[in-house]
């Protein structure tokens, strides 16, 4: 399996909008691996995880196979994650399509609500060119070729998801936006028996500290430990940490230096990793 990260940066992007920080001044002036974009990552070449404003860009810049993609799976429906005016491009007269291949869209109840602010999903739903199914927490699901299952995060939206993907004998946890693991979503792991191959978790306090809706790298520390004692991650497993806010202070090779004594994988827009 491999993992291409296409925006690592929280809600505001780095540089964000607006602001003068000595961060975000640094990444305008730096550019690379300093600037990053909103969430969003590819599993292998077809399974695709939020779509944020930035996807236009990511298609742009990053080579995003976007034509091609039929399962997209969103975490939950704040901005940075999911925007649905681009998810309605898909319709006739903004897209002439190859095929009829119905584009399957998964989340919560929240996600389904966003979506249905957009006057134009329900008509691309009732044609089929788009689907969206609601998925719930610890119900596995079948996408293409993966088994995914939802589980609990702890974060401010209705119903947010962070998701455990496998495929063929490997497996992928996939935990942004959340703060340390809600107690069902520990058990479910134990009982899960099994050993993640790579976990991507949610970093955007960086060195700051902070428990609830996000972490930062110590709590990542202290929850993949909790992790390795109940079984889900071992030695082998690549930790990798995403979702980096400009607010931290701290730019990628800062980051990177630190995480890097502990084994942890910084992620930057564009890193790819096989696992
Ligand atoms: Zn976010
Ligand atoms: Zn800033
Ligand atoms: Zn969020």
Redesign the pocket.
Known sequence: MKIKFYGTA??EGVPALYCTCPTCEHARRSGGKEVRT??QALINDDLLIDFPADTYLHVLQGGLPLHHIRHILIT?A?P??LYPADISMRGPGFSNLEDSETLRIYGSSGVWKELMKNDTIPVLMARNIIKFTEVHAFNTFTAGEYRVTPLKADHGTENPYIYLIEKEGKSLLYA??TGYFPEETMEFLKQWNKTVDLASFDC?YSLKHCEKGHMGFDEVRTMAEQLKEIGALDENSVCCIN?FSHNNGLSYEEMNKYAKKYGYLTTYDGMETEF
């Open positions: 929280a809600a909103r969430s939950h704040h940075d994650h942004h936006d955007c979702h």
